[in-house]
């Protein structure tokens, strides 16, 4: 509960903003590409750390990394409360990532230890993933309304209570665990290295709507991540103590579903952020009406979390669970590619969310059981961090790439002499047909690269499953 706690913070705060972005673009002056910055600067150096820091976990202890992120992200948070100004606002959204990374990258790690039989840890995951869509659902919703009722600021501000009840239960009920050791090796080379090429790589994409695809800048940067992410693999290849052990990447299913939700994410990063754009710029709905409007699906994702996913991860393997899950997704994103100016949100947008809820709701908790199996206790916390890496960057780097595609294709239009509405509905529908076509790779990825489980350790799930239902009061 402590640590689902912890987990709802930060997800509360990753949608949270989602709603408040036309009001911060309005006070702060934002462009709409320049925008996603005040998402990316958090996933940046979120992403760019969760590895480093589910490692730091293994060394240090994990209870000892939570609490220091939780603090750092509580300060973080007050900081982007109070900011007047982008550059303000964006730094302190880099650095509330940076706590975000150390909170959140033990968690599953903590979680998948303290469950170690197959059973109990998959509705273990299930309720992690249900906290999270939860906290999706509460975001949505409360940054709506605080914004409308008050002004964006306090939607950093509601961190703070949630923080501080957090610390003080971690304080009386985690145990505090002790880590490998410094000895170990934490390799701060390699973890400069991925940083940086993260950092460079979205920069890249994001600026390239001012600076051309093809223009010195983009490309010289784009290339200059490139080498970054080079040197990475070459770094963790012959250090002593590398950050990633590239052995961990010999599991066709660890790999394949990192690989998978990387894709997955970007659609869905790309829809929520666009979606809500959408809704205001176009439909003309306020900001408590975009967070209503959001409810459903990730009302759908939490429902399924919670025990349907894991009851039939248990039955029928995590593999068989995620394909139709990731149709649906696809169907969902391809479905509202064909919004319109004058469109519906009961017929144009709710469909398409109710389909990516359902997906979604299906293939988050198998992906991480998939990529949690067969990891030793001693490299949990890597594996979490993984997991959390491939979301968080792959949900960075599509939202970058989305959003500057979008805005490209709005200014090319409005300087065509198209409507303002008119040229942002198209732009937006690129945007989702191409998340479309991202989920037809993952697709692709689980068909070719994910393994089935062995035939016993399917029995043995079955077993459990019959023996304790996912749906019974002691799982719940």
Known sequence: MVLCAGMLMIVLDATIVNVALPKIQTDLGFSQSSLAWVVNAYLISFGGLLLLAGRLGDLLGRRDVFLTGLTLFTAASLACGVADSQSVLVVARFIQGIGGALTSAVILGMIVTMFPERGEQARAIGVYSFVASAGGSIGLLAGGAITQAINWHWIFIVNLPIALVTGVLSLRYLSRDRGLGFSKGADLPGATFIVAAVMMGVYAIVEATNYG???????????????????????????????????????????????????????????????????????????????????????????????????????????????????????????????????????????????????AGLSFPSLMTLAMTGVEPQEAGLASGLVNTTMQVGGALGLAVLATLSTSRTTNLVNSGDSVSSALTSGYRLAFLIGAGLLVAALGVALAVLRSEPAGDEAAAIEAAEADPAFSSEAL
Request: no cysteine; glycine share 12%; aromatic share 10%.
């Open 213 to 359: 695809w093809g223009s010195a800048h983009t490309l010289g940067f784009g290339a200059g991540a490139v080498a970054l992410l080079v040197a990475f693999v070459v770094r963790e290849s012959r250090a002593a103590n590398p950050l990633v052990p590239l052995r961990i990447f010999r599991s066709r299913n660890l790999s394949g579903a990192n690989t998978i939700q990387a894709l997955m994410v970007a659609g869905i990063y790309g829809m929520f952020f666009l979606g809500a754009l959408y809704l205001q710029k176009v439909l003309g709905f306020d900001s408590l009406e975009v967070g209503l409007a959001f409810i459903p699906m990730t009302a759908i994702i939490g429902v399924l979390s919670l025990g349907f996913s894991a009851k039939l991860n248990m039955r029928f393997g995590a593999r068989a669970t995620l394909l139709p899950g990731l149709v649906a997704v696809g169907a969902g994103l391809l479905y509202i590619a064909q919004i319109s100016t004058d469109g519906n949100y009961w017929t144009e947008v709710l469909p398409a969310m109710v389909l990516i809820g359902i997906g």
